[in-house]
Protein backbone atom coordinates (compact mmCIF):
# COMPACT_ATOMS: atom_id res chain seq x y z
CA UNK A 1 0.00 0.00 0.00
CA UNK A 2 0.94 3.59 -0.90
CA UNK A 3 2.12 5.58 2.30
CA UNK A 4 1.60 8.85 0.34
CA UNK A 5 -0.92 9.32 -1.86
CA UNK A 6 -1.53 11.96 -4.46
CA UNK A 7 -4.32 11.37 -6.90
CA UNK A 8 -3.79 14.77 -8.72
CA UNK A 9 -1.25 14.33 -11.59
CA UNK A 10 -1.32 17.85 -12.64
CA UNK A 11 -3.82 20.85 -12.13
CA UNK A 12 -4.32 23.90 -14.27
CA UNK A 13 -5.47 27.17 -12.17
CA UNK A 14 -6.58 30.87 -12.92
CA UNK A 15 -3.92 33.32 -11.12
CA UNK A 16 -5.42 35.08 -7.62
CA UNK A 17 -7.37 31.76 -7.52
CA UNK A 18 -7.26 29.02 -4.36
CA UNK A 19 -5.96 25.77 -5.08
CA UNK A 20 -6.17 22.83 -3.11
CA UNK A 21 -3.62 20.16 -3.36
CA UNK A 22 -5.29 16.61 -2.55
CA UNK A 23 -2.92 14.44 0.26
CA UNK A 24 -3.76 11.09 1.82
CA UNK A 25 -1.74 9.03 3.95
CA UNK A 26 -1.35 5.63 5.75
CA UNK A 27 0.96 4.71 8.69
CA UNK A 28 -0.09 3.43 12.56
CA UNK A 29 1.93 5.28 14.32
CA UNK A 30 0.63 7.50 16.40
CA UNK A 31 2.95 9.95 16.39
CA UNK A 32 3.97 11.15 13.01
CA UNK A 33 4.51 14.46 10.50
CA UNK A 34 3.52 15.50 7.37
CA UNK A 35 5.31 17.98 5.17
CA UNK A 36 4.59 19.97 1.69
CA UNK A 37 7.65 20.71 -0.11
CA UNK A 38 7.75 22.92 -3.45
CA UNK A 39 9.98 22.11 -6.82
CA UNK A 40 10.51 24.59 -8.82
CA UNK A 41 12.34 23.83 -12.53
CA UNK A 42 15.32 24.52 -11.12
CA UNK A 43 14.99 21.25 -8.91
CA UNK A 44 15.55 22.76 -5.72
CA UNK A 45 12.88 21.32 -2.63
CA UNK A 46 11.60 23.84 -0.76
CA UNK A 47 9.67 23.47 2.35
CA UNK A 48 6.65 25.28 3.23
CA UNK A 49 4.70 23.77 6.05
CA UNK A 50 4.46 21.44 8.73
CA UNK A 51 1.69 19.73 10.34
CA UNK A 52 2.83 17.18 13.41
CA UNK A 53 -0.06 14.82 13.96
CA UNK A 54 -0.48 15.88 17.52
CA UNK A 55 -0.78 19.56 16.61
CA UNK A 56 -4.86 20.53 17.33
CA UNK A 57 -4.80 23.18 15.01
CA UNK A 58 -4.10 23.64 11.20
CA UNK A 59 -0.83 24.51 10.24
CA UNK A 60 -0.76 27.99 8.74
CA UNK A 61 2.43 29.59 7.20
CA UNK A 62 1.50 32.60 4.95
CA UNK A 63 -0.63 31.73 2.39
CA UNK A 64 -0.03 28.03 2.53
CA UNK A 65 -2.67 26.35 5.20
CA UNK A 66 -2.59 22.47 5.62
CA UNK A 67 -6.25 21.23 6.12
CA UNK A 68 -5.75 17.81 8.52
CA UNK A 69 -8.34 15.70 8.98
CA UNK A 70 -6.40 13.30 11.17
CA UNK A 71 -9.86 10.51 11.10
CA UNK A 72 -9.64 10.47 7.15
CA UNK A 73 -6.08 10.36 7.55
CA UNK A 74 -5.67 13.52 4.59
CA UNK A 75 -3.18 16.46 4.79
CA UNK A 76 -4.05 18.60 2.32
CA UNK A 77 -2.61 22.02 1.21
CA UNK A 78 -4.26 25.01 0.53
CA UNK A 79 -2.83 27.79 -1.11
CA UNK A 80 -4.33 31.31 -1.31
CA UNK A 81 -4.74 33.96 -3.88
CA UNK A 82 -2.56 32.06 -6.76
CA UNK A 83 0.86 33.12 -8.24
CA UNK A 84 1.98 32.51 -11.27
CA UNK A 85 5.20 31.99 -8.81
CA UNK A 86 3.49 29.20 -7.48
CA UNK A 87 3.97 27.16 -10.83
CA UNK A 88 6.00 23.78 -9.91
CA UNK A 89 5.85 20.23 -8.75
CA UNK A 90 4.52 19.80 -4.75
CA UNK A 91 5.40 17.09 -2.95
CA UNK A 92 3.41 15.62 0.04
CA UNK A 93 5.45 13.79 2.67
CA UNK A 94 5.20 11.75 5.79
CA UNK A 95 7.83 11.50 8.78
CA UNK A 96 7.24 8.32 10.97
CA UNK A 97 8.80 6.81 13.11
CA UNK A 98 10.81 8.15 16.20
CA UNK A 99 14.20 9.82 16.49
CA UNK A 100 15.17 7.96 19.88
CA UNK A 101 15.21 4.43 18.43
CA UNK A 102 16.95 5.95 15.16
CA UNK A 103 13.85 4.16 12.63
CA UNK A 104 12.34 7.48 11.28
CA UNK A 105 11.92 7.80 8.27
CA UNK A 106 10.60 10.22 5.00
CA UNK A 107 8.48 9.01 2.61
CA UNK A 108 7.32 11.39 -0.41
CA UNK A 109 4.71 10.97 -2.67
CA UNK A 110 4.39 11.40 -6.20
CA UNK A 111 3.65 14.71 -6.50
CA UNK A 112 1.43 17.13 -8.11
CA UNK A 113 2.55 19.47 -11.12
CA UNK A 114 0.45 22.92 -10.26
CA UNK A 115 0.28 25.15 -13.53
CA UNK A 116 -0.94 28.91 -12.49
CA UNK A 117 -2.72 30.47 -15.70
CA UNK A 118 -2.48 34.32 -16.38
CA UNK B 1 23.36 31.70 6.03
CA UNK B 2 24.74 30.03 3.06
CA UNK B 3 22.11 27.09 1.72
CA UNK B 4 23.00 23.70 0.93
CA UNK B 5 25.85 23.05 -1.51
CA UNK B 6 26.57 19.70 -3.75
CA UNK B 7 28.73 19.28 -5.41
CA UNK B 8 28.90 18.43 -8.71
CA UNK B 9 25.86 19.51 -10.26
CA UNK B 10 25.70 17.38 -13.31
CA UNK B 11 27.57 14.48 -14.24
CA UNK B 12 28.03 11.96 -16.78
CA UNK B 13 29.48 8.69 -15.86
CA UNK B 14 29.56 5.49 -17.91
CA UNK B 15 28.34 1.48 -17.02
CA UNK B 16 30.13 0.03 -14.44
CA UNK B 17 32.20 3.14 -13.00
CA UNK B 18 32.08 4.63 -9.54
CA UNK B 19 31.05 7.73 -8.33
CA UNK B 20 31.24 10.34 -5.46
CA UNK B 21 28.58 12.70 -4.72
CA UNK B 22 29.39 15.63 -2.16
CA UNK B 23 27.06 17.85 0.08
CA UNK B 24 27.94 20.39 2.71
CA UNK B 25 25.23 20.89 4.65
CA UNK B 26 23.78 24.29 6.44
CA UNK B 27 26.27 26.17 8.77
CA UNK B 28 25.33 24.20 12.24
CA UNK B 29 22.98 21.54 10.85
CA UNK B 30 24.34 17.82 12.10
CA UNK B 31 21.93 16.01 10.00
CA UNK B 32 22.28 14.97 6.58
CA UNK B 33 19.40 13.01 4.27
CA UNK B 34 20.12 11.70 0.88
CA UNK B 35 17.92 11.61 -1.72
CA UNK B 36 17.34 9.56 -5.10
CA UNK B 37 14.59 11.31 -7.51
CA UNK B 38 13.64 9.73 -10.95
CA UNK B 39 10.69 10.16 -13.32
CA UNK B 40 9.71 6.65 -12.79
CA UNK B 41 10.00 5.94 -9.05
CA UNK B 42 9.66 9.87 -7.96
CA UNK B 43 11.91 10.62 -4.74
CA UNK B 44 13.22 7.73 -2.57
CA UNK B 45 15.05 8.45 0.25
CA UNK B 46 18.09 7.03 0.68
CA UNK B 47 20.12 7.23 3.51
CA UNK B 48 20.81 9.62 6.98
CA UNK B 49 23.29 11.12 8.77
CA UNK B 50 24.08 12.62 12.01
CA UNK B 51 26.66 13.10 14.00
CA UNK B 52 29.08 10.77 11.81
CA UNK B 53 26.96 8.35 12.43
CA UNK B 54 23.98 6.14 9.73
CA UNK B 55 20.87 6.55 11.61
CA UNK B 56 18.73 4.86 8.42
CA UNK B 57 18.90 3.86 5.26
CA UNK B 58 16.46 3.17 2.47
CA UNK B 59 15.84 0.12 0.49
CA UNK B 60 18.98 0.32 -2.11
CA UNK B 61 21.75 -1.83 -2.90
CA UNK B 62 24.77 -1.92 -1.18
CA UNK B 63 26.16 -0.27 -4.35
CA UNK B 64 25.15 2.99 -2.39
CA UNK B 65 27.15 3.91 0.86
CA UNK B 66 27.86 7.11 2.03
CA UNK B 67 29.74 8.57 5.18
CA UNK B 68 29.87 12.07 7.06
CA UNK B 69 32.44 13.80 8.18
CA UNK B 70 33.45 15.73 11.74
CA UNK B 71 32.42 19.05 9.51
CA UNK B 72 29.01 17.26 8.87
CA UNK B 73 29.65 17.35 4.91
CA UNK B 74 28.93 14.45 3.64
CA UNK B 75 29.17 12.33 0.67
CA UNK B 76 27.58 9.43 -1.27
CA UNK B 77 29.11 6.70 -3.31
CA UNK B 78 28.09 4.36 -6.10
CA UNK B 79 30.00 1.76 -7.37
CA UNK B 80 29.27 -0.27 -10.30
CA UNK B 81 27.00 2.12 -11.73
CA UNK B 82 23.80 0.99 -13.59
CA UNK B 83 21.81 2.69 -16.12
CA UNK B 84 19.17 3.21 -13.86
CA UNK B 85 21.17 4.63 -11.41
CA UNK B 86 20.55 7.88 -13.54
CA UNK B 87 18.55 10.02 -11.37
CA UNK B 88 18.50 13.98 -9.41
CA UNK B 89 20.46 13.29 -5.93
CA UNK B 90 18.99 15.12 -3.35
CA UNK B 91 20.64 16.26 -0.13
CA UNK B 92 19.11 17.68 2.68
CA UNK B 93 20.40 19.21 5.77
CA UNK B 94 18.42 19.75 9.49
CA UNK B 95 19.48 20.75 12.72
CA UNK B 96 18.32 17.60 13.87
CA UNK B 97 17.48 14.21 12.81
CA UNK B 98 14.56 13.76 10.70
CA UNK B 99 12.79 11.64 13.39
CA UNK B 100 12.84 14.75 15.86
CA UNK B 101 9.21 16.70 15.24
CA UNK B 102 9.33 19.72 13.54
CA UNK B 103 12.12 19.20 11.87
CA UNK B 104 12.25 21.30 8.72
CA UNK B 105 14.62 19.65 6.31
CA UNK B 106 17.03 22.33 3.90
CA UNK B 107 17.24 20.40 0.49
CA UNK B 108 20.36 21.77 -1.82
CA UNK B 109 20.33 21.62 -5.61
CA UNK B 110 20.92 18.37 -6.02
CA UNK B 111 23.11 16.47 -8.70
CA UNK B 112 22.07 15.38 -11.85
CA UNK B 113 23.90 11.86 -12.46
CA UNK B 114 23.12 10.64 -15.88
CA UNK B 115 24.99 6.78 -16.69
CA UNK B 116 25.73 5.95 -20.40
Known amino acids: AQKITQTQPGMFVQEKEAVTLDCTYD???????LFWYKQPSSGEMIFLIY??????QNATEGRYSLNFQKARKSANLVISASQLGDSAMYFC???????????????FGTGTRLTIIP | KAGVTQTPRYLIKTRGQQVTLSCSPI?????VSWYQQTPGQGLQFLFE???????NKGNFPGRFSGRQFSNSRSEMNVSTLELGDSALYLC???????????????FGPGTRLTVL
Open chain 2, 92 to 106: ASSLVPVGAGHNEQF
Open chain 1, 93 to 107: AMREGLANFGNEKLT
Open chain 1, 51 to 56: QGSYDE
Open chain 2, 27 to 31: SGHRS
Open chain 1, 27 to 33: TSDQSYG
Open chain 2, 49 to 55: YFSETQR
